[in-house]
Nanobody
Framework: QVQLVESGGGLVQPGGSLRLSCTVS???????MAWYRQVPGKQRELVAR???????NYLDSVKGRFTTSRQNVKGAVYLQMDSLKPEGPADYYC????????WGQGTQVTVSS
């Protein structure tokens, strides 16, 4: 059973930055990885995706502000979030894409002054 551990969330002011990290217990070689977020009471939405050749796709609302990357040898995926807009709290999760693994605990992000 693959385990996912997300970290790096927190409270940040609008315009600020956060870097989320995701550590996977198994290999991520050959696996497309993705970041999702969920606001309480709403469905989880796909925020970013990164393929094995490091091609990326983003939710329109975060394009130009978020960047996802990966380090296969470390089994790690990252989400650099810049120019953050007010939101929150929102829980961010990483997983494989399409999602077949059990979800991790997520990491919570709140953007507020």
């Amino acid at each position: 059973q693959v385990q996912l551990v997300e970290s790096g969330g927190g409270l940040v002011q609008p315009g600020g930055s956060l870097r989320l990290s995701c550590t996977v217990s198994g290999t991520i070689f050959g696996i497309t990885m993705a970041w999702y977020r969920q606001v309480p009471g709403k469905q989880r939405e796909l925020v970013a995706r990164i393929t094995t050749d490091r091609s990326t796709n983003y939710l329109d609302s975060v394009k130009g502000r978020f960047t996802t990357s990966r380090q296969n040898v470390k089994g790690a995926v990252y989400l650099q979030m810049d120019s953050l807009k007010p939101e929150g709290p929102a829980d961010y999760y990483c997983t494989n894409f399409p999602s077949t693994w059990s979800w991790g605990q997520g990491t919570q992000v709140t953007v507020s002054s």
